[in-house]
């Protein structure tokens, strides 16, 4: 009984300080966005609230709560108001299967730093994405709206045609590693293996779907303002509004430590073994915990440096990138990764098979363009 | 907490919901039970020790085809297309067929005991998917094959259906 009190504590530890990095991560991350807008667009962004602004998340969020919460007359109430806290809890519960960090030991005891090690991670990931549209499509229904169905129906659309090349992508990663435990896909990657220079491929497809699961630029249709206004949160004001940018902001930090651990090696970093042997094994995993939100966090820049650089895509631009373009490249690099693993040469056979793909591709193209001219 | 009263709170849950979804009035309410229902029963699967079955559960039904459930309601104008309600006849028809169909199926529980799996053969661990995946791709190879063709005629047959004709444009 006491065992399991121990590990309970420590479990409720690891969840909630996640919980208050996710969210700390989440609010910082709508600052940066206005000040790496600003930056590639030549201005200063926001400098009022406190040095250099750095108080702008906290007004933000009092400006949220203070302004008028208002339900439409003709909506579905009870819908309307699950819709944005449904978004925000898919958004928190990919977390749980993150490994963010090996092992710690306290007082004798040994506990892992992540919330549950369960031998189906990566499945429970993709559940919970395929379940995120849920939130954007019952509050664009409730609303009561055209613009805003039309924008909860483009999401659910968006998201089950993406899903579908992700998952191809996740194959490859299960066949390198022969798990479905995330903890042991981190495991695999130890002292630089890092899945990226087995899957380059896989990982071009992974980071493009995780752009359309977040609906961010250029994949953010369903909140296209020149067409739908605002999309699936049209009808919404006040923290109902609030929820639903952070979730999005959430979902980013959260596909950012999920690639990192698919595809960067996890908490793995250049140089655990000196950490180790100078500051012993708890340093070392807290170092690795601080490596893998960094990688999160730079893949969070990743998503803002895009959104402020790719123009939006044409709707039919986006199914046919998805159906035509990622699913058949997805179904390429199993194949290849098949072979790789079949012959035992993983490495040589991936970077051939990118190489044979971009000269297939170049081949293609200007073959195209001698019968344009022609 | 006894592992039996979570049991029994998920079935009272699982039989509740299963009733809210042809109870409702509105067809996106019972769309969303229903997804409740298979949240339900996927919890009864992780009781079960059978967490991969779980999580397909949840990718297949509650985030795949129920997605699309709700994508084909939402699109109908729902204040035109309220089915009316049938005559008292057929209700009474019916609750009548429908009454026998459970007297029956409480007579049969009733008179078969079902035998529980031998304990010693117990395996807590069958649910696994490392096991799981052995028994497929093992025991079962060929019908597993069989089914994937299926799925395959029937992504074919899908393609085909909504393949464009040629002149029409959608957007």
Request: charged share 10%; proline share 3%.
């Amino acid at each position: 009984m006491e065992l399991i009190n121990t590990v309970f504590i420590a479990k409720a530890i690891i969840v909630g300080v996640v919980f208050a990095i996710t969210l700390g991560v989440a609010a910082y991350s709508t600052y940066f966005e206005r000040k790496i807008a600003a930056f590639m667009q030549d201005r200063i962004g926001p400098d009022r609230a406190g040095p250099f602004g750095i108080l702008q998340p906290l007004a933000d969020a009092v400006k949220m709560f203070m302004k008028e919460d208002f339900i439409p007359a003709n909506s579905n109430k009870w819908l309307f108001i699950a819709g944005p806290c449904l978004s925000m809890l898919t958004a928190l519960m990919t977390s749980a299967v993150v490994p963010f960090g090996d092992t710690v030991t306290i007082g004798g005891a040994t506990f892992d730093l992540q919330g549950i090690d369960v031998n189906i991670g990566i499945l429970w990931v993709f559940g919970i994405v395929s379940l995120g549209v849920y939130g954007i499509m019952i509050g664009g229904w409730a609303s009561n709206n055209k613009f805003a169905l039309l924008g909860a129906i483009r999401a659910a659309s968006q998201n089950i045609s993406y899903e579908l090349a992700m998952g191809m992508a996740i194959i490859t990663i299960l066949m390198i590693t022969g798990s479905l435990s995330t903890k042991e896909i981190v495991e695999v990657q130890q002292n630089g293996h890092w899945n990226i220079f087995y899957q380059p491929l896989g990982f071009l497809i992974f980071i493009i779907c995780a752009f359309a699961e977040c609906n961010r630029t250029p994949f953010d249709l369903p909140e296209c303002e020149t067409e739908l206004i605002g999309g699936y949160h049209t009808e919404y004001s006040s923290m109902k509004l609030g929820f639903y940018l952070f979730a999005e902001y959430i979902n980013m930090f959260i596909s950012g430590a999920v690639m990192a651990t698919l595809y960067f090696g996890g908490y793995d970093y250049p140089g655990v073994d000196f950490v180790t042997q100078q500051f012993g094994s708890n340093v070392a995993s807290f170092v690795g915990v601080g490596a893998l939100i960094g990688k999160s966090l730079g893949f969070v820049f990743v998503f803002m440096w895009v959104r402020w650089t790719i123009p939006r895509f044409r709707y039919d631009q986006l199914m046919n990138l998805g159906w035509t373009g990622l699913i058949p490249l997805a179904m390429y690099n199993v194949v290849v990764t098949g072979f790789g693993i079949l012959v035992g040469k993983p490495f040589m056979v991936s970077i051939a098979g990118l190489v044979l793909l971009i000269a297939a591709l170049f081949v293609y193209d200007q073959l195209l363009v001698k019968k344009k001219i022609a | 907490m006894e592992i039996s009263n979570i049991w029994y709170f998920l079935s009272a849950l699982t039989l509740l919901s299963a009733l809210m979804v042809i109870i409702s009035k509105n067809p996106i309410h019972s769309v969303l039970y229903l997804v409740f229902t298979f949240f339900c029963i996927s919890a009864h699967y992780v009781l079960l020790n059978a967490q991969f079955l779980m999580a397909v559960n949840i990718i297949v039904y509650a985030g795949a085809i129920m997605v699309l459930f709700l994508f084909v309601i939402m699109m109908f104008d729902l204040k035109k297309n309220i089915p009316e309600s049938k005559s008292s006849l057929t209700k009474l028809a019916g609750s009548v067929v429908a009454g026998t169909l459970l007297v029956i199926l409480i007579a049969i529980i009733r008179k078969n005991t079902i035998p529980g799996p031998a304990l010693e053969k117990f395996n807590s661990q069958t649910g696994m998917v490392e096991n799981l995946g052995q028994v497929l791709y093992g025991e079962f190879l060929l019908p597993f094959e069989l089914v994937s063709i299926l799925f395959f005629v029937a992504m074919v047959g899908a393609v085909l259906l909504g393949k464009r004709e040629a002149g029409e444009r959608n957007f």
